[in-house]
């Protein structure tokens, strides 16, 4: 059974920074694309960052590019989505997900993923 873990969220000024961190088990973790979306109130839950099963393979949103870093530590079955310079704007939960199949594509879609963490709240304050 997989299960996907995810901390780090809460409360920061405009300009700080969070570290989330997705805790995963159930299978073999290295094997399956890694990423984050969020969801802002009353709004679709968006793509934020994906990492392939090769750290070299990562896609950002235009939105958070420059300021977002997405990595994985396969070691410890773990994804972190390192979040900088963040904007009254990222106010969202936010949301890792895993690919239900092997591969190494970072899909954009949140349908494209099977297995979903619990989320974790990010509030930026202005």
């Known amino acids: 059974q997989v299960q996907l873990v995810e901390s780090g969220g809460g409360l920061v000024q405009t300009g700080g920074s969070l570290r989330l961190s997705c805790t995963a088990s159930?299978?073999?973790?290295?094997?399956?694309?890694m990423s984050w979306f969020r969801q802002a109130p009353g709004k679709e839950r968006e793509f934020v960052a994906g990492?392939?099963?090769?750290?070299?393979?990562?896609l950002l949103a235009d939105a958070v590019k420059g300021r977002f870093t997405i990595s994985r530590d396969n070691a410890k079955n773990t994804a972190f989505l390192q979040m900088n310079n963040l904007k009254f704007e990222d106010t969202a939960v936010y949301y890792c997900?895993?690919?239900?199949?092997?591969?190494?594509?970072?899909?954009?879609?949140?349908?494209?993923?099977?297995?979903w963490g619990q989320g974790t709240q990010v509030t930026v304050s202005s």
């Open positions: 997900a895993q690919r239900s199949t092997e591969g190494n594509i970072v899909y954009t879609f949140a349908w494209q993923y099977g297995y």
């Open positions: 159930g299978r073999t973790f290295s094997n399956y694309v």
């Open positions: 990492i392939g099963r090769s750290t070299v393979s990562t």
